[in-house]
């Protein structure tokens, strides 16, 4: 390797490093092969940008994950893999070869959408969490984004009639990100049946146990009538373990049998992530105190924004989306950063949208304390 590829290769490195730690040079951990890996945020760090649940994994996930690695780690996974299909299967009323597990729920919504993207065009709202279709219509197919109404709803009146003979698969993110709004449960799921008879449709339930009703929010109960529906779970939002790299879909066993043969099934499953996800999955001790902790960072920022005369859409998730008014969501952005308070910055072309994730309720402090001075640097 030459002098400047070694550089730039080190300096990629580097960046990445920060990066995947969530957190930009100024704010870093500061992971170097001299201080060693940095597994998390800095503890001055409020990192409040990506919808993580930073009170997970639950205890019971984090030993059963060290004793899966102790005694597994040196093996291929295999029968946590079985175990934690039977268990979501048997939740939801469905066979376990309806039960497609991946590296966090993107690997599946990866495969979907590339195996969509191959038959033709994917249906959207012009806001979701677009990442995966992003990817896995590099090779072929569009997406076709909709204008949502104006309250910011992704708009399921104009997205019936858009599915034309092109259409390969219907994407819905139910509650969506980054807005946090959750479609009413009876009108989705009367337009899923009309729509599924067209193409299929996809329905990222990602943030579905943060709901006031994940049961009535759920599609869920359309795989088991048989209808052409496919729902995307995960266990990085609630559940708190975004590292470990869990996710799911539940769909006909004709489906679920084409999403996995795009990916490499047990071969990129770990035994730390299958072992956590089994400890955590009926852990209602662990959930409801997320939910509990979620609600009060919620209230304290909506409090705040109230104060200062600014206000965020009605959330069902562990995030909420603010109306800055005339602000731009990336100097608001940089403002925050400057005090260690990590958001999100402009979407799209939602330039005075600002998101913010809850995280421990001292860093939920931190951006209540920080918010007004921010405001007032800009101007606001
Ligand atoms: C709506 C939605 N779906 C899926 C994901 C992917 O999460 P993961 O791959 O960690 O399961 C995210 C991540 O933020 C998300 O917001």
């Given at each position: 390797m030459t002098e400047l590829s070694r550089r730039t290769f080190l300096g990629g490195t580097a960046a990445a490093a920060g990066l995947i730690a969530g957190v930009g040079a100024p704010l870093a951990a500061g992971s170097t092969a001299a201080s060693g890996p940095a597994?998390?945020?800095?503890?001055?760090?409020?990192?409040?940008?990506?919808?993580?649940?930073?009170?997970?994994?639950s205890p019971t996930a984090v030993k059963e994950a060290f004793e899966a690695v102790r005694q597994g780690g040196a093996y291929y996974v295999r029968d946590t893999v079985s175990l934690l299909k039977a268990m979501i299967a048997e939740r939801n009323g469905v066979?376990?070869?309806?039960v497609a597990l991946s590296n966090g729920s993107s690997a599946v919504l990866t495969f979907i959408a590339t195996a969509a993207g191959q038959r033709g065009n994917i249906l959207a709202p012009?806001?979701?969490?677009?990442s995966t279709v992003r990817r896995g219509t590099r090779q072929s197919g569009e997406i076709v984004r909709l204008p949502k109404t104006e309250?910011?709803?992704?708009d399921l009146d104009v997205m019936e009639p858009s599915i034309?003979?092109?259409?390969?698969l219907v994407h819905v993110t139910n509650?969506?990100?980054?807005?946090?709004l959750v479609l009413d449960g009876e009108a989705l799921r009367a337009f899923c049946k009309r729509a599924s008879k067209k193409a299929t449709v996809l329905v990222d339930?990602?943030?579905?146990?943060?709901?006031?009703n994940p049961e009535y929010y759920s599609m869920v109960d359309l795989v088991r009538e048989g209808h052409d529906v496919i729902i995307a779970r995960t266990f990085s939002k609630i559940y708190g373990m975004a590292g470990m790299r869990v996710g799911y879909t539940i769909a006909s066993p004709e489906n679920t049998a084409l999403i996995e043969s795009y990916g490499l099934g047990d071969y990129t499953l770990n035994q730390a992530g299958m072992a956590a996800a089994v400890a955590s999955y009926n852990d209602r001790g662990f959930l409801e105190m997320s939910r509990a902790k979620i609600f009060e960072g919620r209230e304290m920022i909506e409090a705040v924004l109230t104060s200062v005369g600014l206000s965020a859409l009605p959330?069902?998730?562990?995030f909420l989306f603010v109306?800055?008014?005339?602000?731009?969501a990336d100097d608001f952005q940089a403002a925050m950063a400057a005090r260690n308070v990590r958001v999100r910055g402009v979407y799209r072309d939602y330039h005075n949208w600002s998101r913010v994730s809850m995280g421990r309720l001292e860093h939920v402090q931190m951006y209540v304390d920080a918010l007004p001075p921010v405001l007032e640097s800009l101007g606001a």
């Open positions: 597994y998390g945020p800095a503890a001055h760090v409020a990192k409040l940008d990506a919808n993580e649940n930073p009170y997970g994994p066979s376990p070869d309806q012009d806001l979701f969490w677009d309250s910011l709803a992704i034309s003979d092109d259409i390969s509650p969506n990100n980054p807005t946090s339930e990602a943030y579905n146990e943060l709901t006031d959330s069902a998730t562990n109306d800055l008014g005339g602000l731009n």
